[in-house]
């Protein structure tokens, strides 16, 4: 049995779908106590209480990092305390690429709660997600309106494709042969973002202009068109680690893991028009 935690998210929702179809054993775990579906699990970061009866039964969990999630170093390590107790074995992280050059960020310090369970580990570092252009509505609705606004300026970025993150998380997490590893799952080009608002473009069949402010003209931007304080603030922190050249490089194990070359920006445009219509 897998837990995926996140999976009303757009990673873990990418996980969840590979590895059902795949058709392994997989659970949702969802912080709702209603209305359970026999697909999921009660799982809520703030209750400790509902970690045991999430986690019977399972032996790999797959786990991401709530949103805004207070005290997360200590939530983590009861969670993973309890799931070795439970007699989970294996743990797949979603951390972000470069953790380890990023001390800011708070995701170095849970790859090493997780490293310190006892349980076999696997780091999945990803790069920012082509997603966030269809799902975030500061990118999707400047871009129904002809317009992509970003922070990362001119710089590159290696944009990665959630759906190919799942695919090869739900390998990951099928094979005993990733413990003790950080991968770096990046996609197959570097893209500034003019380039990424010309593929948009190119797909929609209408123009898209980019707009390339400061990190503080960027942030100001987000919270005019209605994006949350946190949310802006994080925004404009992948900008500023784009603009540090952190972003830019390609790695070839999302392609070694997939056994074929990862979607490009073009791919999923074409597979999320609807969401700029």
Same mark, same amino acid.
């Given at each position: 049995m897998i837990?995926?935690t ?37 799982l ?15 032996r ?9 999630l ?10 993973l ?18 953790a380890?050059r990023l001390? /800011? ?6 790859? @090493?709660?997780?490293? $310190?369970? *006892?349980l076999?580990? %696997?780091?999945? =570092? ?6 966030n252009f269809?799902t ?12 992509l606004?970003?922070p990362g ?13 799942g ?8 094979d005993r042969g990733h413990?003790g ?9 570097p893209?500034?973002l003019?380039?990424?608002?010309t593929?948009?473009g190119?797909v ?9 402010p ?15 304080v946190?949310?802006?603030?994080? /925004?404009?922190?992948i900008?500023?680690i784009? @603009?540090?050249?952190l $972003?830019? *490089?390609?790695d070839? %194990?999302?392609? =070694? ?8 920006i ?7 028009s609807?969401?700029?219509a």
């Amino acid at each position: 049995m897998i837990l995926v935690t996140g999976a009303s998210r757009t990673v873990g929702g990418a996980v969840l779908a590979a590895l059902r179809e795949q058709g392994a054993p997989a659970v949702a775990a969802t912080s709702r106590a209603d209305a359970l579906r026999p697909d999921q699990r009660r799982l809520d970061f703030a209750d400790p209480t509902s970690f045991a009866p999430a986690l019977d039964g399972v032996r790999t969990l797959f786990l991401m990092l709530p949103p805004a999630l207070p005290r997360a170093r200590e939530r983590f390590r009861a969670l993973l305390a309890t799931a070795k107790a439970r007699g989970v074995e294996r743990v797949a992280f979603l951390s972000i690429r470069n953790a380890d050059r990023l001390p /800011m960020l708070p995701h170095r310090g849970l790859e @090493r709660v997780v490293e $310190a369970s *006892g349980l076999g580990w %696997t780091h999945l =570092r990803a790069n920012d997600f082509m997603q966030n252009f269809a799902t975030v509505p500061v990118y999707r609705d400047g871009i129904r309106r002809g317009e992509l606004v970003g922070p990362g300026g001119r710089s590159y970025t290696a944009y990665v494709d959630v759906r190919d993150i799942g695919e090869a998380t739900a390998r990951i997490l099928l094979d005993r042969g990733h413990d003790g590893r950080a991968y770096t799952l990046t996609g197959p080009d570097p893209l500034t973002l003019p380039e990424v608002a010309t593929a948009l473009g190119e797909v929609l069949g209408r123009p898209v202009a980019a707009r390339t402010p400061s990190l503080p003209g960027f942030f100001r931007h987000a919270r005019r068109v209605g994006a949350p304080v946190p949310l802006a603030l994080i /925004m404009t922190s992948i900008g500023l680690i784009a @603009r540090l050249g952190l $972003a830019a *490089g390609v790695d070839p %194990t999302l392609e =070694r893991l997939l056994a074929r070359r990862p979607r490009d920006i073009r791919d999923f445009a074409r597979a999320y028009s609807a969401a700029w219509a």
